[in-house]
């Protein structure tokens, strides 16, 4: 008897194993995932390959420099005022603002503008983590949450040029994004194009438009449609990787894009 | 005794059918995602690719907070 049942539970694991080896290897195709890499900053370098996109990111860079930079010298201020210290911080705001200097310099249309970003931003959020450490070294929680309401609602006209120049780029950007699109299928709405440049139409309402269009489509001209907008998207992606993978190669140790 | 013997082979072969048809499954389906789209295609992943087509007007860089 015991024979039999030991016979009987050699058999079933040795049937179970290739079976779950099959379905382990699928699980792993699905879920490999690089834990390295700074998934916002992957994303933000994918509209970087077309030169508006560049200039879009680096001015969205030099907005949270300077929202920073604002937010550290009323800061400074605050502490002045309590007769604190103010040496270390007053330099790192220095340094933030020689960054943003270096930021305002960057050619968009030059080759190596994605390793400049992203090294820029690197140094941004370091100039900022140092900012915030020292800080929180020298004032105890309440007055830290004393601060950060009082610079919470801050208002920049600065700030507000940059948000207002910013969102028109953003728009000429998704305008050519829409006349490639509109390439695709093959038909052009420009009135469709102009609402939305002058506003009198959302994206999100512009979005739901273009959706309508293919889905009113065959079936294969909606399968031709979404592959060519698809591998449009993936094309996006692999230029953005293989900027990042350089990156990566050259500023191999610097752990660009990792941690806040 | 018998009866013991049959209802564990019973119990195995359950089993066995149970991880096959599993693996089976798990394997045909990601075949499918990959030589079939078209008949997978609807509404929300066309919606999907035009979402990331554009760029949210509202976008920002995140660099940390100050304080």
Redesign the interface.
């Known amino acids: ?1 015991k024979k ?2 030991t016979a ?1 539970m050699m ?2 694991i040795l ?2 194993i290739p ?2 080896a ?2 382990d290897e ?2 792993e ?2 879920g490999t995932e690089d834990p390295e890499i700074d998934n ?1 900053t992957k994303k ?1 370098l994918e ?1 970087m390959n077309f030169s508006l ?1 560049a200039e ?2 680096l001015l ?2 030099q ?3 300077i929202k ?1 930079i604002l ?2 010298e009323m ?1 400074v201020e605050v502490l002045k005022a309590l007769y604190f210290n103010t040496t270390t911080l007053e330099e790192i705001l220095s340094n933030l603002k020689n960054l943003l200097e270096d930021v305002k310099a960057v050619n968009t249309s030059s080759n190596n503008s994605v390793q400049i970003f992203v090294e820029l ?1 690197y140094e ?2 370091n100039l ?2 140092q ?2 450490e020292t ?1 929180k070294d020298i004032l105890d929680a309440e007055k ?1 949450k004393e ?2 309401e009082r ?1 919470k609602n801050m208002i920049s006209e600065d700030l507000q040029n940059y948000s207002k120049q910013i ?1 028109n780029k ?2 000429q ?2 305008r050519n ?2 006349y ?2 509109y390439g695709i299928i093959g038909e052009a709405n420009n009135s469709f194009i102009n609402e939305y440049l002058n506003g009198n139409i959302t ?1 999100d309402q ?2 739901f438009q ?2 309508k269009t ?2 009113y489509m065959n ?1 294969e001209r ?2 031709e ?2 592959s060519e ?2 591998k ?2 993936i094309k996006n992606k692999i230029k953005a990787q293989e900027s990042y993978n350089n990156i990566k190669n050259k500023g191999k140790g610097k752990g660009y894009g990792a941690g ?1 | 005794m018998n009866k013991k013997i049959v209802s564990i082979f019973f119990l195995l072969v359950i089993f066995v059918s149970i991880t096959f048809v599993y693996s089976y499954y798990t394997s045909n389906n990601n075949e499918q995602q990959y030589n079939s789209p078209i008949q997978k295609i609807d509404e929300n992943d066309i919606s999907e690719e035009i979402d990331e087509t554009f760029i949210d007007e509202d976008d920002e860089i995140e660099i940390g907070e100050m304080v």
Do not use: H, P, V
């Open positions: 008897m039999i049942l009987l058999l079933m049937l179970s079976s779950l099959i379905a699928t699980e195709e699905n916002d933000e509209i996109g879009i990111r969205q860079l907005k949270a420099i920073n937010k550290g800061a931003k941004a959020k900022t983590r900012f915030r800080i830290l601060i950060r610079i969102r953003i728009k950007f998704n994004r829409l490639q699109l994206l512009l979005k273009l959706c293919i889905n079936k909606k399968y449609i979404f907008i698809k449009d998207n806040k």
